[in-house]
């Protein structure tokens, strides 16, 4: 079994990368307006509609819309 030090230690080290992962990032996919890349504005959450969806941006010409997650 870990000690409690042991564990914490570990979920310290998730816990920022899951703060990285958080983060908005480029996605890969073009945007429609002026096909630069898109990015994922908020990583961590997908939208609960039917198909579900995430939130994209171009953080280069403001194109606001979703994708398929």
């Not at 080290?13 to 983060?23: G, I, R, V």
């Not at 969806?53 to 979703?66: A, E, I, L, S």
Request: hydrophobic share 25%.
């Amino acid at each position: 079994m870990k000690t409690l030090q042991e564990h914490n230690s570990s979920r310290m080290a998730d816990y920022h990368l899951q703060n990285e992962a958080a983060k908005p990032h480029p996605n890969g996919i073009k945007c429609p307006k002026c096909d630069k890349e898109l990015w994922d504005s908020n990583p961590m959450v997908t939208l609960t509609s039917s198909p579900p969806q995430k939130n994209v941006h171009c953080p280069d010409c403001g194109f606001r819309g979703y994708r398929l997650a």
